[in-house]
């Protein structure tokens, strides 16, 4: 049998590498702007065209590289970072495995134009496919220019699958904002299709965060300085409670600079805000982390930004410990005053009790019909040794009801009889009249030809139906019934004027998305213009959303559902703004249904195309049955 195994030639060895550190553009714009870094440079310029795909340039003034190193740069696992293994866990750089250069110049064309400063002329190379089209001297500023064009190229299935120009601008932001973030000390700037959406000079880190997410950011930030650990030294800022927002947006940690993602360091941030952070909202916060390199091990993902802390539970507890003490320092943790005894007095209204007459349990089922107790017609009484209620008797049931109101108090669920053909509403006898009444749901009084539903917790209704009832989710219903609306209209949907028109102001990155889509959003009843680089000017709302207390929210909130619809579901661009409008425009959790709304809701619920599942692709109802309650109570 002839021999099989063979080695492959460079060029497919680097397209393989590349699919691993090369995934999108922003995967280039990463590596570049580290290495721009690393290079000692104080000011550096990116320049994207067409979302990175047509062109990614990145211009520093680092200290440049001889015609040797610019050379071999290009080579696999070629590095000035390591000599020996011990050089991994002693790294205080980015870029050290020597992959990324080489990886981008099999998938790409690639020009680079280096000199040092002590050199009377620099060098320029062209490669193509990993292939060294050009190297000659030439004449360029001290530093480096890197000029990436043409990104997979020669891989069109790796290129066919890269995303909207929309989403792959936001993960080029996203890069951005990491390495500006992380290195205030740096002049930044930054272009897209001949337009700057960042200028960034040389700060402190409060500067740089108001200089990427505008001014309005300022006093959100509540600073962090824990510089007096033996493990780790703690620094940057967090939002105040009331700055949180429901869509995950500015929230960074960086370990020696590097920035990595760690939900494990995430939820000992958001524990540290204990009860102050609303339901599923999600708090900013820049932090710095400084650890012994020797203590990390950043060499576990391509990426880097996975790392391995050498005790996470010890580190956990400090940053959790950090945030709390800067947001006690700062007033923000609400503190107990034990010297006033006033702190825990309840402002109750008193209510004066009414007198009941005692009642006995019935041998058969009360109804209520018409605000007034009647009995079961096919037994003719209550059965023996009971007497029919009197006048007096009804109004006491009619006045324990009002004080039940007046004190927000529910009372039990009503039922719908299993053996009873005509659906009526039946209350469950009642074996003690002071017992606590305070049970989740809404007394709802109505004829006997009605199912009446009601709210609880105000998050789901409960319908009675024949044969048990349904539990809907109140939100995930409003939503698809919203988003099914929105869709089946083809017409530009008419947009209701403000009475004043609203200026918005939004960070860079979001105000260039939102360039992006606005023709989109105004057919969806939006009347909202470009006024300044970051600046629009909102004429109007969709009916829906008319009478929102906060446009500029109501937009904020449109452009983060946007992203998330876009990135987590790969929706197209009109199906995740039809999502975010329905999102916006839809009734909350928390929010008080009347009767009727709570009628018309479901009605148009099973109106839907398809109202089993939510816009997540969660169930909106669950049915229980009366088998199903039987077996819980063992009958």
Known sequence: ??????????????????????????????????????????????????????????????????????RMCFERHATSKIKDIEDL???????????????????ASVSLKTRQESEDTGTHIAIEGSVVRQQERCQTPTGTTMTVRNLFYNVPARRQFLKSTTIENRHIIDEFQHVALANPQIHFSYFSNDTEIYHLPISNLRKRIVGLWGNAYNEKLIPVDEKSMELVQIMGYVGKPDSARKTKGEQF?????????????????????????????????VLFLTINPERIDVNVHPTKQEIKFEDEKAVYALV??????????????????????AVFNFNVPK?????????????????????????DQRQGNFGKGFERPTTTSTRGW?????????????????????????????????????TN?????????????????????????????????????????????????????????????????????????????????LADINALGYDLQEFGSNSFVLHGLPADLLGKDNEQ???????????????????????????????????????????????????QLFGCENPNMSLSGRAIFIRYDMSDLERLFGR
């Not at 789901?460 to 139906?465: D, G, H, N």
């Open 553 to 603: 929210l109501v937009i904020e909130s449109l452009i983060e559902q946007y992203k998330a619809n876009q990135q987590d579901l790969k929706l197209d661009s009109r199906t995740a703004l039809l999502r975010s409008l329905a999102r916006q425009s839809a009734i909350q959790r928390g929010q008080y249904l009347s009767t009727e709304e709570m009628n018309a809701l479901i009605d």
């Open 437 to 517: 009444l305070a049970v989740e749901g809404q007394l709802n009084l109505a004829h006997e030809s009605q199912i009446v539903p009601y709210q609880l917790h105000r998050q789901y209704i409960v319908s009675p139906i024949k044969s048990g009832f349904l539990l809907i989710d109140q939100q995930a219903a409003s939503e698809r019934i919203l988003f099914e609306k929105y869709a089946q209209k083809q017409q530009v949907v008419q947009s209701q004027r403000l009475l004043f028109p609203r200026n918005i102001t939004l960070p860079s990155g979001d105000a260039l998305l939102l360039r992006e889509i």
């Open 1 to 70: 049998m002839s021999d099989i195994i063979r080695l492959l030639p460079d060029s497919l060895a680097n397209q393989i590498a590349a699919g691993e550190v090369v995934q999108r553009p922003a995967s280039v714009v990463k590596e570049l702007l580290e290495n721009a870094i690393d290079a000692g440079a104080t000011q550096i310029k990116l320049i994207i065209k067409d979302a990175g795909k047509a062109l990614i340039q990145v211009v520093d003034n680092g200290k440049g590289m001889s015609e040797t190193d610019a």
């Open 89 to 107: 866990f002693r790294l205080h750089t980015f870029g050290f495995r020597g992959e990324a250069l080489a990886s981008i110049a099999a998938v």
């Open 253 to 285: 940690f960086f370990v020696n600079n590097r920035f990595i993602r760690s939900s494990y360091l995430n939820h000992a941030v958001v524990s540290a805000y204990e009860e102050m952070l609303g339901t599923k909202t999600y708090p900013l916060y």
């Open 351 to 375: 209510k004066t009790p009414i007198s009941l007459p005692p009642i006995t349990p019935p041998t058969n089922d009360i109804r209520l019909t018409n605000n007034t107790i009647e009995t």
């Open 320 to 341: 959790n410990a950090a945030v709390k003490r800067a947001l006690g320092v700062n007033n923000i943790v609400p503190s107990l005053d034990f010297e006033q005894e």
């Open 398 to 434: 009619q006045d324990l009801y009002k004080i039940m109101a007046d004190h927000e108090v529910d009372l039990p669920t009503e039922y719908i009889s299993p053996n009873d053909s005509t659906e009526t509403i039946i209350l469950p006898s009642v074996v003690n009249m002071e």
